[in-house]
């Protein structure tokens, strides 16, 4: 149970994308990681381990093995569905004030009502010429969503459509009592409201995560969807020893919004990162593209498990069980990007270390989600394969999944990360270990 209260701890504090990087930087820097920046030049030494930053919302970490001919790769991303703090964002209506707000990702709205909420992410300070970030996260029961009585919407149990607008507003005061919302945030952050020259702030879930079950067999939390993969992978990387590959850990900022963003799945950065790897380790862009043929990634994102309730929405055959075993997600227009070759040889890897595996395809006549390893794949191509951890209510504001499932998936990543993958030809390959 020691790594499930370590992922809860990871999740509480982690209200943010940029709060999630900024423990993921924590648990480097006391691995003995340093942190490199793109715009400097990069001193890399064998056997060392770095990591590097977009944004404050995305992180690449790797260590130089004493050859380069191949990249292992973790992919998870950071960030969940959620409300997002508009510009100008008091709406004084009546007795009250209320927050404007805008949907960040698919989340299931309802989810949001009648819960503590709190606002957290970054917000930009001038002074002079200088531009400084700053994290903000009002660590106590600030707003709520409040419902509409049943006595005013006699429809409220029947299919109700939420406007965003109009229903998901969250209520922060009564009118003309206390501080406006900016003089509230610059008192948290310590600094003048008129200092507060930009903000990147976000609604979160209050509500502590938890272990339940008859033998505690589920954990529930707010972010389990990719938290709960992005924690295990980074457990799994700096736990694995003697890599034979090149061990790359790569959390995302921006998947549930489509990753187009310069942080994201779909920008330049792990193109950017794994070929400033290479060339500061003396060798070329044929190197590289040498060593992508000797390459595998693992895109971690959550997957759907059968529900107990609805069992009748999955598939026919493809049907996760939470905590029966990682899930292998496959989809025939390539949303997942697992395919036969890649498929198997992620089951060989659960194989040689006595893991189960569970497969997951939608309901022919449902469409799914998709996620970031097909889309990452437009910028850096190899072998990849999507899987997750099988949970409910996905993008629900509080979801739940399984406490072996995490324990899984920590090994895994850290046998991944020992392991080296080499292609022989066009149709072989050989895992060596």
């Not at 709060?19 to 820097?29: C, Q």
């Not at 990007?337 to 040889?345: G, N």
């Not at 999507?386 to 072996?404: C, F, N, R």
Request: overall charge negative; proline content about 4%.
């Amino acid at each position: 149970m020691q790594n499930i209260e370590s992922l809860l701890k990871f999740i509480e504090r982690s209200p943010s994308p940029y709060h999630a990087i900024e423990r993921v930087k924590e648990e480097l820097e006391n691995a003995g990681y340093t942190h490199l920046y793109e715009q400097e030049n990069w001193n890399l030494e064998k056997g060392k381990g770095y990591y590097v930053c977009r944004n404050n919302s995305s992180i690449m970490a790797f260590v130089i093995p004493e050859k380069i001919e191949g990249f292992n790769i973790v992919a998870s991303h950071c960030d969940s569905p959620t409300f997002k703090i508009k510009e100008n964002s008091q709406i004084c209506g009546g007795a009250y004030i209320t927050l404007n707000t805008e949907r960040y990702g698919g989340m299931i709205m309802a989810s949001w009502m009648d819960r503590p909420l709190s606002v957290a992410g970054r917000i930009v300070v001038k002074k002079g010429n200088t531009y400084s970030q700053k994290l903000v996260n009002v660590d106590r029961d600030l707003l709520i969503i409040p419902n509409l009585a049943i006595h005013m919407d006699r429809t409220q149990n029947e299919c109700k459509k939420f406007n965003p607008q109009v229903d998901m507003l969250p209520l922060y005061s009564l009118k003309d009592e206390g501080d406006s919302f900016m003089a509230m945030i610059a008192k948290e952050c310590g600094v003048e409201e008129e200092d507060i020259v930009g903000h990147d702030l976000f609604l979160y879930n209050r509500q502590k995560g938890t272990v339940l079950g008859a033998n505690q067999q589920f954990v529930c939390s707010s972010k389990l969807d990719d938290l709960q993969c992005a924690f295990s992978s980074l457990k799994g990387f700096v736990s694995a020893e003697n890599p034979k590959s090149t061990p790359i850990l790569a959390i995302f900022d921006n998947e549930e919004v489509g990753s187009e963003t310069k942080q994201g799945a779909a920008s330049t950065f792990l193109f950017d990162t794994l070929n400033r790897i290479v060339e500061e380790m003396g060798g070329n862009s044929i190197l590289y593209r040498k060593a992508l043929q000797n390459s595998f990634m693992i895109s971690a994102d959550n997957a759907h498990a059968v529900h107990p309730n609805q069992p009748s929405i999955s598939d026919p055959t493809n049907r996760p069980i939470i905590n029966k075993g990682v899930v292998i997600k496959y989809n025939a227009n390539q949303k997942y990007t697992t395919d036969a070759v890649s498929a198997s040889i992620f089951k060989g890897l659960l194989h040689d270390i006595n893991l189960p595996f569970q497969t997951f395809t939608n309901r022919s006549d449902i469409l799914g989600g998709s996620t970031l390893g097909n889309i990452s794949n437009t910028k850096v191509a190899l072998n990849t394969v999507d899987i997750g951890l099988p949970q409910l209510a996905m993008h629900s504001s509080y979801e739940t999944a399984g406490v072996k499932d995490t324990e899984d998936l920590i090994k895994i990543c850290k046998e991944f990360f020992e392991m080296k993958l080499v292609k022989i030809d066009d149709e072989n390959y050989i895992i060596k270990k």
